[in-house]
C-alpha cells in the first residue's frame, strides 16, 4: 500500500535500494572545527542513525579551488557514493559552493533545491530564497549541498535526504 506522496514504481524502487551506502561529509566554513562544527555533525549523527557509513568527513575553506580538489578526490574514491556539503549555499561573497560544484556536475537534480527551499520557506520564511543549495550526480555520485544553518541541515536530511537515499543512489548507478 502507497501513501499520497509514493507511488507504488517509487516503493519498489526504494524497497531494492540499499539500506547502507558510502558518505563523505563536508563542511564549508572559514570558521568551523571538527570540534565546533554543529552542522557537519548533524549530517554525520543522521547518516549513522539510519546506518549509513561515513567514509570521511572534513571541514575545507570557502576556496573554490580547495572544494574542488577534495570533491575530485571523493568522487574518484571508490567508497564514497555520496558527498553532503553543508555551508557555502548562501549569497555571501565567500559562498562559492554552488558555482564550484556547477563545473564538475554531470547531471542536475534541481527537484532536490526546490525541495528544501519550499519546506524552509515554511518553517522561516522569505529568507529561504537566500539558499542556494543544489545537487546532482558526478559520475555516478550523488552530491547535495545544505546551508550551514543547524536547523536546514536538520530539516534536510529528515524531510529530504534520508528517506530517499539509498533510492538517489541506486538511480544515479543506473
Sequence with gaps: MTDRYTSDSAAEHRQKSPGKVGCAVI???DTRTLENDKSGQAVVDSLESAGHT????AIVPDEPKKIHELVVRLVDSSNVEVILLTGGTG?????????????LIT??????GELLR???YEEIGPAAMLS????????????LTM???TAAVR????KLILPELGHLVTQGRG
Excluded: F
Design 54 to 57: 561515513i567514509v570521511e568527513r
Design 27 to 29: 563542511t564549508v566554513s
Design 118 to 120: 519550499m519546506l524552509s
Design 155 to 158: 530539516l534536510a536530511m529528515e
Design 91 to 103: 549569497i555571501a561573497p565567500r559562498d562559492q559552493t554552488p558555482e564550484t560544484l556547477s563545473k
Design 107 to 112: 547531471k542536475n537534480l534541481p527537484g532536490y
Design 147 to 149: 546551508p550551514g544553518s
Design 132 to 143: 542556494r543549495a543544489c545537487g546532482g550526480l558526478i559520475g555516478q555520485t550523488l552530491v
